[in-house]
């Protein structure tokens, strides 16, 4: 039964018609979580059936010696401190290696701003990949990553983005979003991106053939409102390109870094986050429940309050492992598709670009 107050939401819902800023604020501060939760269900099954998705997939991450400051950021270190590191090529191509027999599609690639990293470097680290898989799907560089290339290359972005398709770019990530608020952006990470100028490069991205992934970072200093206007603009912008192929709300884990007094977010939050993003954003395909931020059993939840992706078999995550996650390293084949099918749904392997991997 969904609860009286969300019931003029249900109905826009039911009709297919977008909900409004209004709308979000009202669901934000609902904690019917199972009204929110059945009405998220109902459009993914709209859009993808009992299809979800999961990936064979490696991350990389070349370095972590990064020159902004970010508070919420574990995963940062300066040149020098303990714990940095960067990565030759001849890492990256070892590492490229070692998973050769594994059936992996996608390799997702990112890393902090290294000044003592050349611009060809970053060139150098798609064409090892791209040269020892060059059936892999590559998906690399935040917008972040792109403007910070163009501003040691001296290239607009649309040039670097065209230097990074030519040696194998195929998709980019979502990370560097953070929340779209100026609010939060001068308290917690100054040096990066506007949204403006965030969106603008997926768009570019968008032009060149380029699909990209969206993310909203909660539970930290952002408020409700601040959530809402997010999922708004990155609507608005996906109006204009159709580029965006998925988007993944990100929890912030506190643990080991300036802002480590902060609780975690719940799982209540969590699969909150994931309804709501199905419901806002009707002009995304996907939503996806990242079990390396959440854990297994609560994405497993996620996929009946909208959610229809879990990622992927991922192999060595630094990022969220050194913010304190406890979730494992990676998950075999098996282990997703049971991950899937114990929910009595449809387990379906993809690549980075969502085309479907048939079993050999």
């Known amino acids: 039964m969904i609860s009286s107050d969300l019931q003029p939401i249900y109905k826009k819902v039911e009709n297919n018609e977008r909900l409004s800023y209004e709308d979000g604020?009202?669901?934000?501060?609902?904690?019917?979580?199972?009204?929110?939760?059945?009405?998220?269900?109902?459009?993914?099954?709209?859009?993808n059936g009992n299809?979800?998705?999961?990936?064979m997939n490696q991350h990389i991450n070349p370095t972590n010696i990064c020159r902004n400051s970010c508070l919420f950021c574990a995963y940062y270190r300066k040149d020098g401190e303990?714990?940095?590191?960067?990565?030759?090529?001849?890492?990256?191509?070892?590492?490229?290696k070692e998973r050769l027999g594994e059936g992996i599609k996608e390799i997702h690639i990112v890393g902090g701003l290294d000044d003592k990293l050349p611009y060809e470097y970053y060139l150098d680290v798609l064409r090892t990949v791209r040269e020892i898989r060059p059936e892999v799907?590559?998906?690399?560089?935040?917008?972040v990553e792109i403007a910070y290339l163009s501003e040691r290359s001296g290239k607009p972005w649309d040039a670097v983005l065209d230097d990074l398709i030519a040696v194998g770019l195929q998709a980019m990530p979502g990370g560097g979003a953070e929340i779209f608020s100026e609010r939060?952006?001068?308290?917690?990470?100054m040096d990066k991106l506007s949204s403006q100028d965030w969106i603008k490069i997926h768009h570019i991205a968008h032009s060149k053939g380029v699909r990209t992934n969206a993310?909203?970072?909660?539970?930290?200093?952002?408020?409700?409102?601040?959530?809402?206007?997010?999922?708004?603009?990155?609507?608005?912008?996906?109006?204009v390109s159709s580029g965006f192929l998925t988007f993944i709300p990100l929890a912030f884990h506190p643990e080991n870094t300036k802002m480590h007094k902060l609780p975690r977010a719940t799982g209540f939050d969590d699969l909150?986050?994931?309804?709501?993003?199905?419901?806002?954003?009707?002009?995304?395909?996907?939503?996806?429940?990242?079990?390396?931020?959440?854990?297994?059993?609560t994405a497993q939840i996620a996929l009946s309050f909208g959610a229809d992706?879990?990622?992927?078999?991922?192999?060595?995550?630094?990022?969220?492992?050194?913010?304190?996650?406890?979730?494992?390293?990676?998950?075999?084949?098996?282990?997703?598709?049971?991950?899937?099918?114990?929910?009595?749904?449809?387990?379906?392997?993809?690549?980075?670009?969502?085309?479907?991997?048939?079993?050999?």
Do not use: P
């Open 82 to 96: 303990d714990g940095a590191y960067r990565m030759s090529l001849d890492t990256i191509r070892k590492k490229v």
């Open 25 to 47: 604020l009202i669901l934000y501060n609902s904690n019917d979580l199972l009204s929110i939760g059945k009405m998220a269900d109902m459009v993914r099954k709209r859009k």
């Open 215 to 239: 993310t909203m970072l909660y539970g930290h200093i952002e408020k409700l409102e601040e959530r809402v206007e997010h999922l708004v603009l990155l609507r608005e912008a996906q109006d």
């Open 309 to 360: 992706d879990i990622d992927g078999s991922v192999v060595e995550e630094r990022i969220y492992h050194m913010a304190g996650s406890d979730s494992a390293q990676m998950m075999t084949k098996n282990q997703m598709r049971a991950l899937i099918t114990e929910c009595g749904l449809e387990a379906i392997e993809r690549d980075a670009l969502y085309n479907e991997v048939k079993e050999q």
């Open 272 to 297: 909150k986050n994931i309804a709501i993003s199905r419901l806002m954003l009707d002009n995304f395909d996907h939503i996806k429940a990242y079990w390396v931020m959440m854990g297994t059993k």
């Open 51 to 55: 299809r979800t998705y999961f990936a």
């Open 137 to 143: 799907n590559i998906k690399a560089y935040t917008a």
């Open 184 to 189: 939060v952006k001068r308290k917690l990470f």
